[in-house]
């Protein structure tokens, strides 16, 4: 397997604007989006328009360098492409850069683009934000425009920025949806940490430090329909993924055998069952919306574990994928260790929130900034009151 290919087509970007890495998934003008599959790179043509998102940061005098590598069709989260490579994790080579935007997270954390664009269906920003040491935004379902994506799971899809800290989220959101601003203030007084028996202590440890630290007071909640909501929005994806990629089964040598079975998988879950998920996907909203009415924020891990190496058996997206279900925005925030691999924190907000979850998660992030942190301009943000 090739190793270090985080970039797929370099470009060449004239200006002083943000530098700004694009998931191939997501079109460009003038490139072929093939999602990092022979099968789609067959027929790929030059995308004749940019994907909105891109559009909006044209206009706004953004530098697209590049558009990056990633898990064939994105249908999957450790990051490792057999054909077109595998992007390094810059923190340890040994260990998986996470995916499915696994070139996106390793553009921004080697300090190759200022914000890097992803998607996020079960965790495919979060997850390799967490692996690569960056932050990332998972964005509400519906909120920016998936026209000119890649489609994997039409209900599940999101697309959402990468950059190495939570003002550089804002910037990346800014250039997706022209006029976003950050809460400047926030007022947050009741958090629930959303605690799992499958996480590994020392990941805990690190979340509730970093909680501590910034003198945020939290409630332990726990929810024991997550791993029914996790079946459910992996069925839904596989269901919607088999209707999206059907097509390229004729073109079985051109797919890995992992995703030719995903595909096939997906052709096996019947009507029924989708509707049976549906209507446990309506069920996990009002849970959450229950929640989000009694706390302001829900702060839990993003990963189980710290990043996992290659060929580690970790389920990913146990922490991110119920989210994507209910629909809610999420946003990754790296904890440092001295010494060794980072953690990561998740936060959660209501639908459509994500002004105030960034105001809150730049607050929480000049808390725990270490003092190698602080030596970098930190934004002004919110205060807690």
């Known amino acids: 397997m090739t190793r270090n290919a985080t970039w797929l087509i370099r470009l060449d970007a004239d200006g002083d604007g943000p530098r700004v890495a694009v998931k191939d998934c997501i079109d460009v003008v003038g490139t072929p989006t093939t ?78 683009a200022d914000v890097a664009y992803g998607t996020d269906t ?22 920016l425009s998936t026209q000119g994506v890649f489609e994997f799971s039409r209900t599940l899809d999101t697309v959402g920025p990468l ?40 990941v805990d440890d690190a979340v509730d430090e970093a909680l501590d630290e910034a003198q945020i007071r939290t409630t332990d909640v726990w929810i024991p329909e997550w791993e029914d909501w996790i079946e459910a929005a992996n069925d839904l994806m596989m269901a919607e993924g088999h209707a999206a990629h059907r097509h390229l ?58 990043p996992p190496r290659i060929g580690e058996a970790v389920p990913t997206t146990y922490l991110t994928v119920p989210l994507n279900f209910a629909g809610v925005p999420a946003v990754a925030v790296p904890l440092r260790r001295p010494g060794g691999l980072p953690a990561s924190l998740q936060l959660v907000g209501g639908w ?15 808390r725990v900034a270490t003092d190698a942190d602080r030596s970098q301009p930190v934004p002004r943000a919110t205060q807690l009151e």
């Open 35 to 112: 999602v990092g599959c022979a099968a789609v790179a067959r027929d790929a043509k030059s995308a004749r328009f940019d994907a909105p998102v891109v559009h909006h940061a044209r206009q706004q005098g953004a530098r697209i360098v590049g558009k990056t590598n990633l898990v064939e069709l994105c249908r999957h989260a450790d990051g490792l492409n057999l054909w077109t490579g595998t992007p390094l994790n810059p923190l340890d080579p040994d260990c998986i850069p996470g995916g499915s935007s696994s070139g996106s997270a390793v553009a921004v954390a080697t300090n190759e």
């Open 122 to 143: 079960g965790g495919s920003v979060r997850v390799p934000a967490a692996c690569c040491g960056i932050a990332g935004l998972k964005t509400t379902a519906g909120r």
């Open 163 to 202: 950059a190495r800290d939570v003002a550089g989220l804002a910037t990346g959101m800014g250039l997706m949806e022209p006029g976003f601003r950050p809460a400047e203030r926030v007022d947050v007084t009741t958090v629930a940490r959303l605690r799992f028996a499958r996480t590994d202590q020392v």
């Open 249 to 306: 089964l004729d073109q079985a040598d051109g797919l890995e055998e992992r995703h030719i079975e995903g595909i096939e998988k997906g052709g096996a879950i019947t009507a029924a069952h989708v509707v049976a998920c549906r209507r446990l996907q309506v069920t996990a909203q009002l849970r959450l919306r229950s929640l989000l009415a009694h706390y302001d924020v829900l702060a839990l891990p993003t990963l189980l574990t710290l």
């Open 352 to 366: 459509y929130e994500e002004e105030r979850l960034l105001g809150f998660a730049a607050l929480v992030e000049s």
